[in-house]
């Protein structure tokens, strides 16, 4: 759904965490990884320099569990010793301290708190070595995705929303960085504990460990039962959620619009219909899966029953101590937690392996051209600045053209413009010309330099470029203006705003050049921010320019203005201008027509009128457009 701006939102994925609601424990359903087993090869394969570090976790995660599973076999020794003290004052028939052996009620108390805090303090060093070992690890991951970012073509970010890209690189980041830190820690706990307290159970009694066997398959089944009815109206929840997201950020970018057009009535019924339908799902999975504790507790209460009676039977038989019946309870209780804890990290972990995944599907794309082996060392100081384009095709797919054999000769010092319709490709001309896309034939040379044998660091810093769109950082207008540069000066930066135009409005905003600009730029106007790039391409003094015609969303004063400081930032240099009023390149040396992704027609504007060809046609039905629409302003 469109969010009414031109930037895409970022969707945000579910949290993948275990379920805390009313289910205590039951997870929603997660997205399944394509392939599993590879994933998680990989996966390991980043955690294998930390393989020390996980031997260690686990040793810390083995000790940290049995000190605590010890704790009720040894309290159930001091229950034991109390009731016997009990039956023997029934005995004797008085009561005597003597009676109780408090030394032994004293030692077993002691241990207890001993074991108890070394397993404290093994989970606290075990949860601290986990912390780097999942940082370590994200680090790593993160630096790689980067990098490859760096090294994608253009056409990468182009086929993909920036919410997409932006969601591998830091939600799945984190899905998986939470799962290594804290997951995977549970796991061992939990796998730990359940054997632990399997054969603590096993070494009270067989046979009660058996009964309460018995209830294990019961609430498999009746977990499993349960969970799959409730999976359907989680996944609706999660849609219902999506397009309630959706609809309610697309009304606020677009607000204005919407009151303006008195769609206020129309977009809250949407909400209500959307809001409903969520309100249906949401409250469906969840009462379906807030049943399955007490449907778990009612079993398991049954089995309490079964092993109190059968307990207390073997108690008067004196098969077994009372404490030992207090300790199989107790370890009873604990023995469903880990089970569906385990169940829990399971399912987190397949989503984890999901998020791995696309993380890996970044890391495997293919990469841009490698630069050239013997690339050429370019100093801008020295370029001329002649652009020659030799026999250039170029196609987005194999199968389509779209620039064949174009011949263009750039002179040293000459303005350029490229005109034509929308979708004749004007951008994608430029973007051959910086590499952001490969030449499918032929070559561009810079001053008889293959740009294929330039770096694209060199090849890109021989060019400034001053955008219709402007793009600003959250910064200072220093840092804005010195942006490319390290350590300009504030002279220089101050001079450049001079020569830009741009340095009265600057000097009347209250912070001066210290004004941070916000993440949009939009505390200042669309021409002041066209201002600041001109004063920012200045300051780099390229040998080339490309030039977007930047005045078209400004008022009459700003674009004097504008072109003022244009005309002087285009003064000796190369520059190719992208036009789309052809009244404004009248002037230039040389004037590109295109249709189609071809060069038709080229010549100074004299010539080309003179042809009657195509750019005639666009030249008169443009300005009977513009005189239209002057009359109609007039009236």
């Known amino acids: 759904m469109s969010n009414g701006s031109n930037r895409p939102a970022v969707e945000k994925p579910m949290r993948r965490g275990m379920g805390h609601g009313p289910a205590g424990g039951m997870s929603m359903p997660v997205e399944k990884a394509k392939d599993f087993k590879g994933t998680l090869r990989r996966l390991a394969g980043y955690l294998a320099p930390q393989k020390l570090r996980f031997i260690i976790v686990g040793i810390l995660a083995i000790v940290s569990t049995v000190f605590s599973i010890f704790g009720p076999m040894i309290l159930g020794k001091a229950t034991t010793k109390i009731a016997e003290g009990f039956m023997t004052v029934k005995t004797l028939g008085f009561a005597s301290s003597r009676l109780f052996d408090f030394a032994y009620i004293g030692r077993i108390l002691g241990l207890m708190i001993i074991l108890y805090v070394i397993s404290s303090l093994t989970g606290y060093a075990m949860s601290y070595i986990m912390s780097g070992v999942a940082q370590k690890t994200v680090y790593v991951m993160r630096n790689e995705v980067k990098d490859k970012l760096d090294r ?20 799945d980041m984190d899905t998986i960085a939470a799962t290594l830190q804290q997951s995977l820690t549970q796991l061992i706990t939990a796998v730990v504990t359940l054997a632990g307290i399997l054969i603590m159970m096993l070494t009270i009694s067989p046979i009660m460990t058996i009964i309460a066997l018995v209830t294990l398959p019961v609430c498999t089944v009746l977990t499993m039962s349960i969970a799959k009815k409730s999976r359907k109206y989680f996944a609706d929840q999660q849609k219902s959620l999506g397009q309630l997201n959706g609809h309610v950020e697309e009304m606020y970018t677009g607000h204005r619009i919407v009151k303006v057009f008195g769609q206020e009535k129309e977009s809250i019924r949407k909400f209500q219909k959307v809001n409903e339908t969520l309100y249906h799902a949401g409250w469906k999975a969840q009462f379906i899966s807030g049943v399955i504790m007490p449907a778990l507790n009612f079993v398991n209460n049954l089995g309490y029953v079964f092993i109190c009676i059968i307990g207390g039977v073997m108690v008067v038989r004196k098969a077994i101590d009372v404490g030992d019946i207090q300790a199989f309870i107790q370890y009873m209780r604990s023995f469903t937690h880990p089970i569906v804890q385990t169940a829990n990290i399971a399912n987190v972990i397949q989503g984890t392996i999901a998020g791995a995944e696309r993380v890996f599907e970044v890391l495997d794309e293919e990469e841009q051209q490698p630069e050239s082996r013997d690339a050429v060392t370019v100093s801008k100081k020295a370029i001329r600045g002649e652009v020659v384009f030799e026999q250039v095709c170029f196609r987005y797919k194999k199968e389509s053209p779209l620039i064949e054999n174009m011949n263009i000769h750039v002179k040293p010092g000459q303005m350029v413009a490229i005109v034509g319709p929308t979708g004749a490709g004007k951008t994608t001309l430029v973007n051959l010309l910086l590499r952001f896309y490969e030449l499918s034939g032929g070559r561009i040379t810079v001053d008889g330099i293959p740009i294929t044998k330039m770096t694209r660091g060199d090849l890109r810093g021989l060019f400034g470029m001053v955008l219709q769109d402007t793009w600003l950082y959250k910064g200072t207008i220093m840092e804005n203006i010195g942006y490319g540069l390290e350590n300009p000066g504030k ?13 009265h409005f600057i000097r009347s905003l209250p912070m001066g050049y210290e004004t941070i600009l916000n993440e949009e730029a939009s505390n200042i106007s669309q021409g002041q921010k066209q201002l600041l790039t001109i004063a920012r391409a200045l300051l780099a003094d390229p040998p080339i320019l490309i030039l977007d015609e930047a005045t078209s969303s400004v008022d009459t004063r700003t674009e004097a203005l504008i ?18 009023r052809l009244s404004t390149i ?30 005639e046609d666009l030249y008169h039905s443009q300005f009977i457009t513009n005189t239209e629409a002057q009359e109609e302003e007039n009236e």
């Not at 003022?564 to 201008?577: C, E, W, Y």
């Not at 060069?599 to 042809?611: D, N, R, S």
């Open 152 to 171: 994608l073509p253009l056409h990468y970010f182009d086929d993909r929303t920036h919410g997409e890209i932006l969601s591998r690189v830091t939600n």
């Open 491 to 503: 002279e220089k930066i101050i001079e450049a705003a001079k020569a830009a135009h741009a340095d």
């Open 563 to 580: 072109q003022k400081a244009m005309t002087k930032l285009m003064k000796g240099r190369t520059s190719f201008v992208i036009a789309h």
């Open 586 to 615: 009248k002037n230039a040396d040389l004037i590109l027509v295109m249709k189609d992704g071809s060069v038709i027609e080229q010549g100074t504007h004299e010539e080309l009128m003179a042809q009657k060809g195509f750019y």
